[in-house]
C-alpha cells in the first residue's frame, strides 16, 4: 500500500511562488513515474508535471518555464517549484505515484493552490 501526502499549498498573489511537496509513504519500491495534476472547480483533473524513474520530465505546455518538477529519492518527495504563478493555476493539485508491475494509480488528498490578480 501506498499514502500519499501533499503540503505546501496556500494563497499567493500572481507573480508570487510556491513550492509543493508530496511524501511517499508505505511499499514504494519500484516506482515508475510520478506526478502532479491539478483540478479547477468545474473542471478536470489534468496532468501539470510527471518525472519518470529515470528522470524523465513533461510538462503541461502553459506551466513549462515555469514550473519545475523534482524528486528527492532519499526522502521519497516529489516536489513542485512554482514561479510566476498566474490566477488561471489556481487549483487544487494532486500527486500521483505509479508503480511497476501495479496497476493501481496512487493519489493524495490534495492541496488547495489560490491566485490571486
Known amino acids: 500500500q501506498v499514502q500519499l501526502v501533499e503540503s505546501g499549498g496556500g494563497s499567493v498573489q500572481a507573480g508570487g511562488s510556491l513550492r509543493l511537496s508530496c511524501v511517499a509513504h508505505g511499499s514504494i519500491l519500484n516506482i515508475r513515474s510520478m506526478g502532479w495534476y491539478r483540478q479547477a472547480p468545474g473542471k478536470q483533473r489534468d496532468l501539470v508535471a510527471a518525472?519518470?524513474?529515470?528522470?524523465?520530465?513533461n510538462y503541461e505546455e502553459s506551466v513549462k518555464g515555469r514550473f519545475n518538477i523534482t524528486r528527492d529519492n532519499a526522502k521519497n518527495t516529489l516536489y513542485l517549484q512554482m514561479n510566476s504563478l498566474k490566477s488561471e493555476d489556481t487549483a487544487v493539485y494532486y500527486c500521483?505515484?505509479?508503480?511497476?508491475?501495479?496497476?493501481?494509480?496512487?493519489w493524495g488528498e490534495g492541496t488547495l493552490v489560490t491566485v490571486s490578480s
Open positions: 518525472i519518470t524513474s529515470g528522470g524523465t520530465t
Open positions: 500521483r505515484l505509479n508503480r511497476w508491475g501495479d496497476t493501481t494509480t496512487y
